[in-house]
């Protein structure tokens, strides 16, 4: 059996070296062969010098460069892409999440499973705001968007081969790869694990990514918020009918007059606002509509090592210049 890593790297050189002899490490106690998928995302840490080393000392790390930072989640797709294992693993560099645990995911996907999720019991080393946010976030996930998202469950699983191949069709711009996942209603086993503090480092998923990923994930799995203006509208309309009905009544029964500008003022202000809260909301749906329609590849690789040509996904990103110097030295062997 073959085992692809996919990893996403943003400025990790502090956990780098770790990561990769302990994947080595845990590798080797496997009878499968394994190759290693870094997706650079942009570094400027000095990752990349190192994850060059890396590449030239081992020919089963195999690294893709993005020329700019793309995003955790195009990174993810851009391994996804290249990965030509049987089984293929998605785990992030900081080692939060144990690579000990691939044993037991490759364990699972004999047993027939398309998809092992890991879901996190405990977490260490993250501040209560991460966590309470979290909690809402999976809590809003489930009820609005889908109810198959798992709660606690992120971007560490691992993929069969059909699975992969399932979930390169979704080419969508806005990324959120839990919810692909669910949507593509595979059979799916969960794996619970304590998540770790991170061994080096600080995190670079910073409280604005954090958020913007929250947002990518509920807008495009869900129109629902766009269906909420439609309930809000109602009910503003009807309040305004109520507010009509009082003042008759106040004039005509109660005789007391209608207190004046302040409340008139406030009403515009409020209304004002909700139409444009409404507009806006319509406005950051057209603007996904947009954005999708330009079709764009969703990364551009600049660099790579030991990445062969004829692996290179071009129909699915750009991929600028791909090293194919590690296969053509191995095809030089077989000849001699
Ligand atoms: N990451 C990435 N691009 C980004 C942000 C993060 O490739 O723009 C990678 C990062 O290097 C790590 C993984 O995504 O391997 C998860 O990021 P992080 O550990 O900072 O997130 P957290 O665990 O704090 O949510
Ligand atoms: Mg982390």
């Known amino acids: 059996m073959r085992v692809s890593i996919v990893v996403p790297v943003y400025n990790e050189i502090e956990v780098l070296p770790k990561l990769l002899s302990t994947l080595e490490r845990v590798m080797a106690g496997t009878a499968c062969d394994y190759e290693i998928i870094l997706v650079d995302d942009g570094s400027t840490d000095g990752s990349v010098p190192l994850l060059k080393s890396a590449a030239a ?110 979930i390169r069709q979704l080419r969508e711009q806005h990324r959120f790869m839990r919810g692909m996942v669910a949507w593509l209603g595979l059979k799916e086993v969960i794996l619970p694990y304590h998540r770790n503090a991170r061994v080096a480092g600080t995190t670079k998923y910073s409280t604005w990514k954090m958020l913007r990923l929250a947002w990518t994930a509920i807008s495009s799995f869900s129109a629902l918020p766009l269906r909420l203006t439609i309930w809000f509208g109602f009910f503003v309309t009807a309040v305004g009918f109520g507010y009509a009905f009082y003042s008759i009544f106040a004039e005509t029964v109660l005789h007391s007059t209608v207190p004046g500008w302040t409340s008139l003022v406030c009403l515009n202000i409020v209304f004002s606002g909700a139409t444009l809260m409404a507009i806006g909301l319509v406005g950051d749906y057209i603007a996904r509509i947009y954005e999708e329609a330009k079709g764009r590849p969703l990364y551009v690789v600049t660099e790579s090592a030991n990445v062969a040509a004829r692996q290179a996904p071009t129909t699915r990103g750009v991929i600028l210049t791909v090293d194919d110097s590690h296969e053509r030295q191995t095809e030089a062997a077989d000849r001699v």
């Open 57 to 166: 000392a081992d020919a089963r790390v195999k690294v893709l460069f993005f020329g700019r930072n793309f995003g955790h989640q195009a990174a993810i797709t851009a391994g996804l892409d290249q990965a030509s294992g049987d089984a293929v693993a998605v785990i992030d560099a900081d080692l939060q999440d144990p690579p000990e645990l691939l044993l037991d995911m490759i364990e699972l996907l004999n047993h027939g499973y398309d998809v092992v999720s890991a879901q996190r019991t405990g977490r260490d080393g993250e501040s209560p705001v991460k966590r309470l946010t979290a909690t809402f976030f999976y809590w809003v996930m489930r009820r609005m968007v889908d109810e198959r998202i798992q709660p606690e469950v992120g971007d560490f699983r691992m993929f069969s081969r059909r699975a992969v191949i399932a």
